[in-house]
């Protein structure tokens, strides 16, 4: 099942830890969520196809944030489509190939029984490994702008710069790697939430939207309930006075 509501598709790979991108089609014009790990953008390529659309269609190119595995295909999008990048102004240079990605602790998550399936992605990303093939951000996103048919929610917390996408009309959020359904249901995934406090705040607006599916960075879909499984996500906030 890769519609996964009205005009969007979702798209995955195994590599980049089951990374997933978002194909939105509003009827006039195709946007796309993230590009996925490999740099030929082959499945974002046949995906648009598939819906008896062109590369031409694609308008708007909009990228969560700037850690590899989400950035791999965008380089040969832009080149064949000419479409506009977007991203937040604080992950802009990173994208653009210009300033590494933040790193991350080495020490791996637990549980690790769990966590075992993605650490090579966190060494990584604690080594400042992983290049991607640089490409110019177009245009910088801010919280409550509209691209294509999707509003802009800055959600801190994983990286300074990270967005989500809401798609109020059909109840759809794009939560990008603020989410993660795998390896399993977790607020992103712990050893890569630069700040939590900002992750928490994030991760409460995002359940306040009463979403009936949540498309993630990684991992399937939420595709029914899922305002709320995101609640189940909140930590209650603990009182001053036992601090
Ligand atoms: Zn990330
Ligand atoms: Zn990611």
């Known amino acids: 099942m890769t519609q996964i509501a009205p005009g969007v598709f979702s798209m995955k790979q195994n590599k980049g830890g089951h990374v997933h991108a978002f194909l939105l089609d509003n009827a006039s014009e195709l946007t796309l969520i993230d590009t996925l790990f490999n740099t030929d953008a082959r499945q974002v390529l046949d995906r648009i196809k598939s819906i008896g659309r062109t ?12 850690h590899r595995s989400h950035l791999g295909g965008l380089a040969t999008l832009k080149r064949l489509s000419g479409a506009t990048v ?4 604080w992950e802009a240079d990173i994208i653009a190939g210009e300033r590494p990605a933040q790193p991350v602790t080495i020490i791996p998550m637990r549980p690790l029984s769990i966590y075992w399936r993605v650490y090579y ?4 990303a604690a080594l400042g490994r992983g290049k991607h093939p640089p490409c110019p951000v177009d245009s910088t996103l801010k919280d409550g702008d509209m691209v294509g ?3 802009v929610l800055h959600t801190p917390g994983h990286t300074p710069g990270h967005l989500a996408f ?7 959020l794009f ?3 603020a989410i993660a359904t795998y390896p399993e249901f977790e607020a992103g995934w712990p050893a890569f939430n630069l700040n939590p406090t900002q992750q928490r705040t994030s991760i409460r607006r995002m359940a306040d939207l009463e979403a009936e599916v949540v498309a993630v960075g990684h991992g399937d879909p939420i595709t029914g309930g899922a305002a709320e499984r995101l609640r189940s996500l909140i ?7 036992v601090v």
């Open 55 to 66: 590369i031409q269609d694609l308008k708007h190119i909009v990228l969560t944030h700037g």
């Open 86 to 89: 977007y991203s937040h102004e």
């Open 121 to 124: 992605l966190q060494f990584g």
């Open 149 to 151: 048919p999707a509003q």
């Open 166 to 172: 809401w798609w109020g009309e059909r109840q759809v």
């Open 175 to 177: 939560a990008g790697d």
């Open 235 to 241: 930590q209650p906030e603990v009182p001053a006075s």
